[in-house]
Nanobody, 128 residues
Framework: VQLQAFGGGLVQAGGSLTLSCEASGRTFSNYAMGWFRQAPGKEREFVAS????????YYAGSVKGRFTISRDNAKNMVYLQMNSLKPEETAVYYCAAKLVPHSGYNYTPFRGADFGSWGQGTQVTVSS
């Protein structure tokens, strides 16, 4: 599956931004989806994931309650709504996909190594 992330930009601390990721090339509902981010000089870190059905989500502790991941299987899209952004969350944000069996209805992967497809990333800059 090919992934194209977009929606990044410059936002003030405390502001909101919604990232989008469009998938193509494969049946989108065969994939659990995730968002990761990588700040300059830091390792890539998990942000959020969502099961193929959309029925289950999982968040990193640092974003829980502020970020919301969602998906629209009819549109082949996954979203990350980010509220109350902090300057330290400035990073390139990546969407990723993991092929999963439909028996894994609520499976929400979170390890980067579990995801087989990655988008090109979109820059989010949070100014103080």
């Amino acid at each position: 599956v090919q992934l194209q992330a977009f929606g990044g930009g410059l936002v003030q601390a405390g502001g909101s931004l919604t990232l989008s990721c469009e998938a193509s090339g494969r049946t989108f509902s065969n994939y659990a989806m995730g968002w990761f981010r990588q700040a300059p000089g830091k390792e890539r870190e998990f942000v959020a994931s969502i099961s193929w059905s959309g029925g289950s989500t999982y968040y990193a502790g640092s974003v829980k309650g502020r970020f919301t991941i969602s998906r629209d299987n009819a549109k082949n899209m996954v979203y990350l709504q980010m509220n109350s952004l902090k300057p330290e969350e400035t990073a390139v944000y990546y969407c990723a996909a993991k092929l999963v069996p439909h028996s894994g209805y609520n499976y929400t992967p979170f390890r980067g190594a579990d995801f087989g497809s990655w988008g090109q990333g979109t820059q989010v800059t949070v100014s103080s």
